[in-house]
C-alpha cells in the first residue's frame, strides 16, 4: 500500500470512528479539550484565535469560542481561498453575518483578513510526533508555514484519532500542542517552531 493510499484509508476510519461516536460523548469530549484550551491560552495577552466551524463529526467548540471571545479575545475563522493555498481569515463575533464557504461550511460574510497567533486546527488523525493528519488538502500546513513570529499550534480532536504508520510529508510541521480530551500531548516545547 502507497502512503497516499494508507493516507486514504486512515482517513476514512478515523472519520467513521469520530461520527460513530455518540453525541454526548462528543460534547464530554469537547468539554475536556475546551478546559485544555483554558489552560494553555493566556488571554491576559489578549489573543487572535483561529478556530473552525464543526464539520462531519469535529469537536464543537463553539460554546467555548464564544466564551473565549467574551474574555477579550479575536477570534478568526478560517475560509479557503484557493486550492494548495493558505488559508485567510476572517474576524467572527456572536451573531455577525455568516455565509457558506467550501464544503458548506459558515465563514464570516465579511471584514478584512487578520492573523491569528493562536491557531486551533482540527484533526482527523495524530501521531507521537504530533503530526497531523487532515483531510489531504495541506491547507493548514501551508498556513502555518506562513505565519511569522510567535505562534502556538493546537491540533484538537478524538481520542480514537491516534493513529501509527504515518509518514510525513516535508512540508507537514507538527503541532505544538495535541488536545484530544484529558492532558494535553507535547512532542515538542510549547511555541516551539
Not at 486546527?121 to 510567535?150: H, K, M, Q, S
Amino acid at each position: 500500500m502507497t502512503q497516499a493510499e494508507w493516507r486514504r484509508a486512515e482517513r476514512q476510519a478515523k472519520i467513521a470512528a469520530r461520527l460513530a461516536t455518540s453525541a454526548d460523548e462528543r460534547a464530554e469530549i469537547a468539554a475536556r479539550v475546551a478546559a485544555g484550551l483554558d489552560a494553555l491560552i493566556d488571554f491576559s495577552a489578549k489573543p487572535t484565535i483561529s478556530l473552525y466551524w464543526p464539520f462531519r463529526g469535529e469537536l464543537d467548540l463553539r460554546r467555548w469560542m464564544a466564551d473565549a471571545h467574551g474574555r477579550g479575545a479575536t477570534i478568526a475563522l478560517p475560509l479557503v481561498v484557493a486550492k494548495a493555498q493558505p488559508l485567510a481569515f476572517r474576524r467572527w463575533f456572536p451573531g455577525c453575518a455568516m455565509t457558506r464557504g467550501i464544503w458548506n461550511i459558515p465563514i464570516p460574510e465579511n471584514g478584512p483578513e487578520i492573523t491569528p497567533n493562536v491557531i486551533v486546527a482540527p484533526l482527523v488523525g495524530y501521531d507521537e510526533r504530533n503530526y497531523r493528519l487532515g483531510y489531504g488538502g495541506g491547507f493548514f500546513d501551508r498556513t502555518i508555514a506562513g505565519i511569522a513570529g510567535t505562534r502556538l499550534v493546537i491540533g484538537v480532536g478524538h481520542p480514537s484519532a491516534k493513529t501509527d504508520g504515518f509518514v510525513p510529508h516535508e512540508h507537514d510541521i507538527p503541532m505544538d500542542v495535541i488536545l484530544v480530551g484529558g492532558a494535553p500531548v507535547y512532542a515538542a516545547e510549547p511555541g516551539a517552531q
